[in-house]
């Protein structure tokens, strides 16, 4: 792992690079855009000179440009073709279907194809003519696709392989998959030929083994910030998941696009079907679904506005859809890698976007178990427990939110001011003597009783217990005999599962087994003996936190239909008919809207109002291909 940070710390270091006027002029009449973002033109220049790399950069930041700039310019200089590894139907077709829309030669090979058109493109292959090819690893591993390698190989023409999704190599990242073990061979195989791996999230660990499973050794890193300030970070204590979930939505985010995502495929649809029944336009999403379903649904949510989808983690990787405006958990997920992608997905164009979750005790309990009831070795175990431990702490921290994420990717920030934890600091209580309590009545329970005691006590036999509550349980194991019993009568029933969380999340209690039965840790102790302060968050108040938000945001537009730049009333005239032109052209082109032209793209012409086609190929985002296919008519449009 050293040799990756000395890496890391390698590839940050020096002047920044400066893109070459053929990079430049790729970025410009392809894509339309004047100037390449953070680290781009250094990545675009290193591949372009048939270096490997490996690019560490955050949804939304880009990453698609570092192999497509290249890949153009190397097809143009006679490279031959950029052969695109991706784990996702959808993130394939979404490139394509934009790529196209640029006059690039882009095409893939998945399973949506028939024998016929998957054996035309195998011949537009063959004869050089594509630039980019996307496909799976485990379709490029095939001894068909293979020998159509080598045939190109021998003719000089493979250019580059970019390998998307690269964490997915790595088992201790949050989406191993083990088709992606096989890549190595393509740098066997094909030594000359660069690659590209790129990624949206990994710590160390993860770094680490792409770097040894894909044989990058010599590769250079680039790591961009993590930070998307863009997006604000709000953790909830869990008080009825559904009806925050609901409170949220319609404060904040009606009429909006978003992901809400659940940790099994029954929730998912149960969640789906209430949120329809309240009234919001919602979809399921899971890998249990028909395919057909799964298909329809996707494509509804990348097509039309306002759609939230209710999704297991099997739907996200690879949505390009730039208007998401907030990704909201009902469960905890496993690690704040999983966490980082998932949020992600929100905010992709730059504008305001909400991380939101739900958090409780049942999520701390149900994590901790499926790592220690897995199949795993213990290093894997342990891993996994230190990864969950992190995720814990961002969710109970006291402080910023973002500046404990971007720490475990160590990067070094400032509180943002944006996230709930800088907007409405949380108070916190001295929860020592509270603890001591807690920590000394299980002690009791494992001490009392003889055969009586099965030691199989959870959370709400404890507090029962700690408040001095006589049911029926409490008398059968003689607990109201017990020194503690009653002792912590000053604390309701919430406030003491909130202490239970706390203590599990610091690591000084643990819930195992079936019953999830609370034992003491080695770090009880310290806690017992009065060497340990425990400072708690006191738990939030029960009201909505919508208002304070959408002050902050006043002017966003709570339908998300206002323009992403402030307008007048005639250019959010213009604006709303340039994005009803668009509608048409997408569904014209069977493509979804963004992929035409983002909203940046079309608030920044309804704010200028080109009159001339020079003048809209001013514009950010208007290339060649798009002025001499759309220029006439956006002229049109934009003339009322």
Not at 24 to 33: I, K, N, S
Not at 379 to 387: D, G, H, L, T, Y
Not at 530 to 539: F, I, K, N, S, Y
Request: proline content about 4%; glycine content about 10%.
């Amino acid at each position: 792992m050293s040799a990756v940070i000395d890496a890391l710390d390698a590839s940050l270091a020096g002047p920044p690079a400066t893109a070459t006027p053929a990079a430049l002029e790729v970025l410009h009449e392809v894509f339309g855009y004047a100037a390449f973002r953070g680290q781009q033109a250094a990545i675009v220049e290193h591949v372009c000179a048939g270096r490997d790399a490996l690019v560490l950069m955050p949804t939304g930041g880009g990453k698609s440009l570092c192999y497509q700039v290249p890949a153009i310019q190397r097809q143009r200089a006679g490279r031959g073709v950029t052969v695109v590894v991706s784990p996702l139907i959808a993130l394939m077709q979404d490139q394509v279907g934009a790529l196209e829309e640029l006059g690039v030669s882009a095409a893939f090979l998945n399973s949506t194809l028939d024998g016929d058109a998957a054996r035309q493109i195998e011949r537009e292959l063959l004869a050089g003519r594509l630039t980019l090819l996307y496909a799976a690893p485990e379709r490029i591993l095939t001894p068909r696709f293979l020998a159509m390698l080598d045939s190109l190989h021998e003719r000089g023409l493979v250019s580059l392989f970019a390998i998307d999704e690269a964490h997915c190599v790595s088992q201790w990242g949050h989406d191993f998959r083990e088709e992606y073990l096989g890549l190595s061979a393509l740098h066997e195989r094909y030594p000359t030929v660069p690659r590209l791996a790129l990624t949206a999230t990994a710590d160390d660990h993860t770094r680490a083994d792409i770097v040894a499973r894909l044989q990058l050794e010599a590769a250079r890193l680039f790591v961009a910030s993590f930070d998307r300030p863009n997006i604000r970070y709000t953790i909830v204590e869990k008080d009825d998941a559904k009806r925050q979930l609901l409170a949220f939505l319609r404060d904040e985010h009606e009429g909006e696009a978003g992901i809400v995502y659940c940790q099994t495929r029954k929730k998912v649809e149960e969640t789906a079907a209430w949120l329809v029944e309240q009234g919001i336009a919602a979809l399921p999403y899971h890998a249990g679904l028909d395919a057909e379903v799964r298909r329809v649904n996707q494509d509804r949510f990348l097509r039309e506005e306002g759609l939230v989808m209710v999704a297991t983690i099997a739907f996200g990787m690879g949505i390009d859809k730039p208007d998401v405006r907030f990704v909201a958990h009902l469960d905890l997920p496993k690690n704040i890698e999983g966490y980082y992608q998932e949020t992600g997905r929100a905010g992709r164009d730059g504008e305001p976007a909400d991380a939101w979750m739900a958090y409780g005790l049942q999520d701390v309990v149900q994590q901790r178990r499926m790592i220690d009831e897995g199949e795993a070795d213990e290093e894997f175990k342990r891993v996994q427990r230190a990864k969950l431990d992190a995720l814990l702490g961002l969710a109970e921290a006291h402080d910023c939110r973002r500046v404990r994420l971007l720490a475990y990717f160590g990067e070094a920030s400032e509180p943002c001011g944006n996230c709930d934890n800088c907007l409405t600091p949380p108070a916190t209580w001295d929860a020592t003597e509270a603890a001591r309590k807690l920590l000394s009545c299980i002690y009791r329970f494992h001490q009392h009783g003889g055969f009586r005691a099965p030691r199989a006590f959870g959370a709400v036999h404890l507090v029962d217990v700690l408040r001095g509550k006589r049911t029926d349980r409490v008398a059968q194991y003689g607990h109201d005999e017990l020194s503690t019993f009653g002792i912590g009568a000053d604390l309701g029933e919430s406030q003491w599962r909130g202490v239970i969380r706390q203590l599990i999340a610091l690591g000084h209690l643990r819930a195992e087994g079936e019953f999830n039965t609370l034992v003491l840790t080695d770090s009880s102790r310290a806690v017992l003996r009065g060497e340990v302060t425990v400072r708690l968050r006191v738990p939030a108040e029960k009201v909505a936190r919508g208002g304070r938000m959408r002050k902050v945001r006043a002017g966003g537009g709570g339908a998300g239909k206002a323009a992403p730049l402030p307008l007048d009333a005639a250019g959010e005239k213009r604006f709303a008919a340039l994005k009803a032109w668009r509608g048409e052209v997408a569904r014209a082109h069977n493509v979804p809207a963004y992929v035409v032209f983002h909203d940046a793209t079309l608030a920044q012409m309804a704010q200028a109002q080109p009159q001339s086609l020079d003048a809209l190929a001013a514009i950010g985002g208007v290339g060649a291909k798009k002025l001499e296919r759309y220029g006439e008519e956006l002229l049109r449009v934009l003339a009322g």
